[in-house]
């Protein structure tokens, strides 16, 4: 049984930076695409990033492009979301997200084309 766990969320003020990471126990993720998605109170759950399984190319909604960075180590089983510049509308529980089996890029943002999924991890960005 494989497992998703995250860690990094925590209190920031704007304009600051926070790396989440997301950690794969019970087998390797090398086969697996994953993704970050986040959902704030009163909200639905929103994609913010994907990284591919086999060439590490990686996708990002609008709101976040050119401010988070995702990436991965295969060797450690973990998949990381460097945000920088954060803003208070990006407070939300962050999630990954594993899809094991093939999706066409196409439902890369959707949160029913991943079958794993990680408790979350609360990212608050206030002064």
């Known amino acids: 049984q494989v497992q998703l766990v995250e860690s990094g969320g925590g209190l920031v003020q704007p304009g600051g930076s926070l790396r989440l990471s997301c950690a794969a126990s019970?087998?390797?993720?090398?086969?697996?695409?994953m993704g970050w998605f986040r959902q704030a109170p009163g909200k639905e759950r929103e994609f913010v990033a994907h990284?591919?399984?086999?060439?590490?190319?990686?996708y990002y909604a609008d709101s976040v492009k050119g401010r988070f960075t995702m990436s991965r180590d295969n060797v450690q089983n973990t998949v990381y979301l460097q945000m920088n510049s954060l803003k208070p509308e990006d407070t939300a529980v962050y999630y990954c997200?594993?899809?094991?089996?093939?999706?066409?890029?196409?439902?890369?943002?959707?949160?029913?084309?991943?079958?794993?999924w990680g408790q979350g991890t609360q990212v608050t960005v206030s002064s």
């Open positions: 019970g087998r390797t993720f090398s086969s697996f695409a």
């Open positions: 997200a594993g899809q094991m089996q093939f999706r066409p890029i196409a439902v890369l943002a959707t949160t029913t084309s991943y079958d794993l």
């Open positions: 990284i591919s399984r086999s060439n590490g190319r990686t």
